[in-house]
């Protein structure tokens, strides 16, 4: 996991660390998905700085 995860992980109150249960997983996958679209998409639907770590996230779900 990079510093950079951690910190996007912890802005939004999500668990982070080893040995994340699948539940965890599933709870920050819900919520990133939601952040990404909420907070992370210019007027044409592009992932800003943020997004594209989200989208980094999404992806690495089943390794952190």
Same mark, same amino acid.
């Given at each position: ?7 996007l =992980?912890?802005? &939004? $109150?999500?668990?982070?660390? %080893?040995n ?7 709870? /920050?996958e819900?919520? @990133?998905?939601?952040y990404?679209? =909420?907070?992370? &998409? $210019?007027?044409?639907?592009? %992932?800003?700085?943020?997004g594209?770590?989200c989208?980094? /996230?999404?992806?690495? @779900?089943?390794?952190?």
């Amino acid at each position: 996991m990079t510093p950079q995860i951690a910190t996007l =992980l912890k802005k &939004l $109150d999500l668990p982070c660390g %080893p040995n994340l249960s699948e539940q965890d997983r599933c709870i /920050i996958e819900r919520r @990133i998905g939601d952040y990404l679209t =909420l907070h992370c &998409l $210019d007027k044409n639907y592009e %992932p800003n700085e943020e997004g594209r770590l989200c989208e980094t /996230i999404l992806d690495q @779900i089943d390794t952190l």
